[in-house]
């Protein structure tokens, strides 16, 4: 069974950065073939893709955290990390991370992200 974990959130002040960490288990060996996404929810706000990565390394990512956030994978570990450098208070949200494999995605929890000015 598949499962997907995030972790890496936190308090952060504006300017600042965190790594989140999306982790898969239960793909040993697909991983490697699956695309990786991330979303955010604000307060009150509708659920935005954040960015995505294939399985072949594609990325990309929204306009409006280009240029500040990136996104990897090392599928070794069956991991993909959100890099995210000069965070502002808007990216303040829960952030999601999803596998997808055959058009079936699988969630994760997703882990807190506050930033403060």
């Known amino acids: 069974q598949v499962s997907v974990a995030e972790s890496g959130g936190g308090l952060v002040q504006a300017g600042g950065s965190l790594r989140l960490s999306c982790t898969v288990s239960?793909?040993?060996?697909?991983?490697?073939?699956?695309?990786v996404g991330w979303y955010r929810q604000a307060p009150e706000k509708q659920r935005e893709l954040v960015g995505t990565?294939?399985?072949?390394?594609?990325?990309d990512l929204s306009d409006s955290v280009k240029g500040r956030f990136t996104i990897s994978r090392d599928n070794a570990r069956n991991t993909a990390y959100l890099q995210m450098d000069n965070l502002k208070p808007e990216d303040t949200a829960v952030y999601y991370c999803?596998?997808?494999?055959?058009?079936?995605?699988?969630w994760g929890q997703g882990t807190q992200v506050s930033v403060y000015s």
């Open positions: 239960g793909m040993t060996l697909t991983f490697a073939i699956s695309s």
């Open positions: 990565i294939s399985g072949g390394g594609n990325r």
């Open positions: 999803y596998v997808e494999r055959l058009g079936s995605r699988t």
